[in-house]
């Protein structure tokens, strides 16, 4: 039984291009996720009937339409609503330590851009710890400035997404000046970083409500029609994965709105239905990331007079 769960595991590992990681390398975010979270723990029970927040402008639009009953003369006004987002914090790591474990085995011959190019991964983990920093004091404080941080954050998940679907789209460029070919990975990070910046200059003030939602829709349709046109790389276990995500995404969004709606509302709770939204998100975002780990393009169609790009994957 001991020989067949290694040989599981081993295959688990090889599937999502993980076989080639040394497991110490992740010694290291088991270690922060337990130390932060320890840390916010220990502060809590020191200042849990603290007014931190007192002096700070409170946030406007939805944050105090949550079913959660507002503690606002302590630390934490709303705990479910916050440690809830601890999950953002083991995603983000994962996704962080992985990219950075990627960068360490890179091999031409994996037939995998999310592999190939750690970037996306790194972004995204960047990208899920700001989320988590963000959500966690807004609910914490229900104060404008780390309201804009939650908005930003995710969009800066989304966006991550946003720019790694357009890569795989648009995998190479054709520089004329030099007559060559190239990966076109670091334009393509670099515009999902300048949208970040332009929406944390002003754009997040545009009703969250309605703009994200269209941010996400758009994501999912290019990454159908992407589906539909490279159909030799869709792949029966890559179409599982992502429509798990699709599933879990739907459902975060339905506890979403009937906590906003009052409908599954027990205020002093710990079990809040925007509470559950984070965790279902916060596994939709890994899901989603495993789906893109999981595809097996085809290196000869993707890199077809294009060797130059194939060797130089490490530019």
Known sequence: MDRFNRLKWKYLRTLVYLDRHNLSGYFLPVVLFFAISLTLVVAYQFYQFANLWGSMEYATNNAFEFCESNRLCEAIVQPANTWSNLGFLIVGLLCLFIGINDLK????????LMVRYPVFSIILGVSCIY?????FLYHASLTKAFQKLDITGMYAVALSFMGYIMFRSYPTRYVKRRNI??????IIASIAVLLNILFFAGLWKVNVNVLFPIVVLIIIAVNTIYNRVYKVHYQILYKRIFQLSIVVGVISFTCWILDRQDIWCSPDSFLQGHAIWHILCSITIFLLYI???VERIDIDMVYKDKQNVYLNYKE
Do not use: A, D, K
């Not at 070919?181 to 670091?186: A, E, V």
């Open 105 to 112: 085995v890179r091999s031409p011959e994996i037939p995998n």
């Open 131 to 135: 989320l988590f920093i963000g959500s």
């Open 181 to 186: 070919y190239q990966s076109s990975h670091l």
């Open 291 to 293: 789906s893109f780990r």
